[in-house]
């Protein structure tokens, strides 16, 4: 059974940094691409980073471009968020997912949360 957990969640002051981990036990992780989502409080879930499993091209989010990096280290199985100069509105449940053709594991979140 594929298990895919995330780590890293805190509470952390507007203009802080914070970097998110996010382990999968898949075992062809390093043929999975990697993704991160969010879902802010009364929001929908939404896309936040996604990276492919050589490490191309990661993909942004507009609202975190340039502030946020996905990353990848397919020895350990873990991808990592860093969030830069943070704001309030990055307040959120972040999800990570591991998708590859039809299939798609999810995490259950790790909050975040950005005090003004």
């Known amino acids: 059974q594929v298990q895919v957990v995330e780590s890293g969640g805190k509470l952390v002051q507007a203009g802080g940094s914070l970097r998110l981990s996010c382990s999968a036990s898949?075992?062809?992780?390093?043929?999975?691409?990697m993704a991160w989502f969010r879902r802010a409080p009364g929001k929908e879930r939404e896309f936040v980073a996604a990276i492919p499993w050589n490490s191309g091209n990661t993909a942004y989010a507009d609202s975190v471009k340039g502030r946020f990096t996905m990353s990848r280290d397919n020895a350990k199985n873990t991808v990592y968020l860093q969030m830069n100069n943070l704001k309030p509105e990055d307040t959120a449940v972040y999800y990570c997912n591991a998708w590859r053709g039809l299939d798609s594991y999810w995490g259950q979140g790790t909050q975040v949360t950005v005090s003004s």
């Open positions: 898949v075992r062809t992780f390093s043929s999975h691409t």
